[in-house]
Structure formats: C-alpha cells, structure tokens
C-alpha cells in the first residue's frame, strides 16, 4: 500500500530564510512523488513531480525536491522564503495501479516578515 | 493548457435540499475525474474516482446515493449531493486526467478550484 507522512503540521520562517518540509513515503512500487501547495480557499497547484527519472527535481517558484530511496524521503525546500510562499503545502503518492493519489497531512508553511 | 474549471466557487443551501456541482475540464479530454472532500484544516478524502461512461467507484464510507456522480462527457463530471445536510457543508474539489484508471502507466491529474459547500 502507498502512503505519505508528513512530519511537520506547522513550520514557521523567517522571510529570506531556508524552508525544509520533510516528506517521508512508503510504496510497493517505485514511487510517482509530488508536492502541492494549497493557497487559503484556493484548489491546489502542483508545485513538482517525481517519476522515476532525475532524482532532484525543480518546481515553480523556486521549490525543489530529492528522492532519496535509501531513506525513503521527498523533501521540500527552497533557499529563501517570500511572504506570498505561506500556505498549505501537500506530498502525495500516486497508486500506480488506480491513478489515485494519496495525501499527506499536510504541513501549513508561515512565513514571518 | 490542462485547465479545469468548478462550478460553482460557493454555494450555500439549506438543509433537504439538493447541490450540483460541475467539473470541466476546459482543453483537453479527461477519461477519469476524480472527487476529493476537504474538511477545515484537514487533507484532501478521496470520495470516488469515475470514468467516462461508466458508473463511478466509491472510495469506502461514502454514501453513493447521497453523492451522485455522472460523467457522461469527456469534459464534464457533476456530483450531486442530495438531501444535503449542515454536516455535508466541506470544500468539494474535482480532478481530471486523460488516462485511464486501472492501467499501471501514470496520467497526471489537473484540479479544479474547489467548490465552498455551505449547508444552513
């Protein structure tokens, strides 16, 4: 079975500082990875995807990810927050077998000026 | 491209009554929709996954004959919720992709924007 866990519910930066949410799957099958972010009663925006081909992968607005099997992560980060970066942010799994996707928590990003 | 459109944004109904909502997606066909549920501050429940022409398939604790579902086209899904009631009241998302569920290769899905149910 494919799940996601999120580790952090909250994380709080600085404006201009590193944003590290942390990401950790667990799949039968080599994972398809993805971050999305969720603005206030907003739908959601694909931040970036994993699918089995660069291990680093670069997204909109800055964001990037590493798979890193060995540890079986997907971590979200960005050298430097901006104010407009705070919202929800979600890693997901797709079921290879069905196409759906299996959320995290989610981790609520806050940036502080 | 692979824009998906919800309609409506906000919708507020008074309880016993019925809601529809519709999902499009705008420039491309979507073989499978699927329909998300999302309480305050909590992820996104997958409530059923439907593809075009064919009955949609219920994720576990969900009420088909309250939350119908119709995908007759390749651009729009409409879900249903029926004899709706203040516990009902969520954000209702759609997603579409152009593949097939049930294949093993990975077709992306594109969102909607969400649908504010209120229920008085």
């Known amino acids: 079975a494919q799940s996601v866990t999120q580790l952090d519910s909250h994380v709080s930066v600085s404006e201009g500082t590193p944003v590290l949410l942390r990401c950790n799957y667990s799949?039968?099958?080599?994972?398809?990875l993805f971050w999305y972010v969720q603005h206030p009663n907003k739908g959601l925006q694909l931040l970036l995807k994993?699918?089995?081909?660069?291990?680093l992968v670069k997204g909109i607005n800055g964001f990037e990810a590493e798979f890193k099997k060995s540890e079986t992560s997907f971590h979200l980060t960005k050298p430097s927050a901006h104010m407009s970066d705070a919202a929800e942010y979600f890693c997901?799994?797709?079921?290879?077998?069905?196409?759906?996707?299996?959320f995290g928590t989610g981790t609520l990003l806050a940036v502080q000026p | 491209g692979a824009v998906v459109s919800q309609h409506p944004s906000r919708v507020i109904c008074k309880s016993g009554t019925s809601v529809k909502i519709e999902c499009r997606s705008l420039?491309?066909?979507?073989?499978?929709m699927f329909w998300y549920r999302q309480f305050p501050k909590q992820s996104l429940m997958l409530m059923a996954t439907?593809?075009?022409?064919?009955?949609?398939?219920?994720e576990q604790g969900v009420e088909k004959d309250k939350f119908l579902i119709n995908h007759a086209s390749l651009t729009l899904s409409t879900l249903t919720v029926t004899s709706a009631h203040p516990e009902d009241s969520s954000f209702y998302i759609c997603?579409?992709?152009?593949?097939?569920?049930?294949?093993?290769?990975?077709?992306?899905?594109?969102f909607g924007p969400g649908t504010r149910l209120t229920v008085l």
């Open positions: 997603s579409a992709s152009p593949g097939l569920a049930g294949l093993s290769s990975y077709n992306e899905q594109f």
């Open positions: 799949s039968s099958y080599s994972p398809s």
């Open positions: 994993y699918t089995s081909a660069a291990t």
């Open positions: 997901v799994v797709s079921d290879p077998a069905t196409n759906k996707l299996i």
């Open positions: 420039d491309f066909q979507a073989t499978t």
């Open positions: 439907s593809n075009e022409g064919s009955k949609a398939t219920y």
